[in-house]
């Protein structure tokens, strides 16, 4: 068994159907890439996961267990948090309270203490600014204190949406170095990423989404070396 399956999930806003039936699964360990232009469906199957956004049709399971039948706090308590697209931190608040408010599911102080922990020694620079607010950082500070608010809460699953976005190049590097680090050290990763190259050298495996479908999945070697792939989302 899959540690998370999408079956023939759909999904719609208002009268419109916007994902026509996805199928897509994830293993325990993996990184896998969600790939496709704007209006996708990309972020819409990220929100749908976790629990922001209920389906139409089909189904998703997480070990076994249902989740498109539970709210978005519950899926939390399971072991799946989302770093959202924009980041979205809260601005007025410091990087300390930001992270206090990932945490919101713990209840074992010590574990919470440990994690904050190895996200300083992950992200260093958000030790350096633990008392600043977050609305000062910096775009890609404010990117590292949304993927360590979502390690906070100790998951299983994180959902990264658009991790580089408006970040430059040496930031970009980083953050995706840090994306692996963070795979390695057990949690599953399922990646939104506009930079499609770099998504598929860090990811496992991939999935191509047209209009709201599947059109193509891969090991990710395969789809950097695809044709079409690389006409569409590579340059040539």
Known sequence: MSLLTLSDIRV???SVEVLHGINLRVEEGEIVTILGANGAGKTTTLTTISGLRKPSGGSILFQGRPLHT??????????????????????TLSVRENLDLGAFTSKDRGRSAKIRKWIFDLFPRLAEREGQLAGTLSGGEQQMLAIARALMADPKVLLLDEPSLGLAPLLVRSIFDSVRKINRQ???????EQNARAALKLAARGYVLEVGKVVMEDRAENLLADASVREAYLGG
């Not at 399971?78 to 697209?85: A, F, H, K, V, Y």
């Not at 057990?186 to 939104?192: A, K, M, N, R, S």
């Open 12 to 14: 719609r806003y208002g």
């Open 70 to 91: 539970i709210p978005s706090h519950e899926i939390v308590r399971l072991g799946i948090t989302q770093s959202p697209e924009g980041r979205r931190v809260f601005g």
């Open 186 to 192: 057990g949690v599953t990763v399922i990646l939104v």
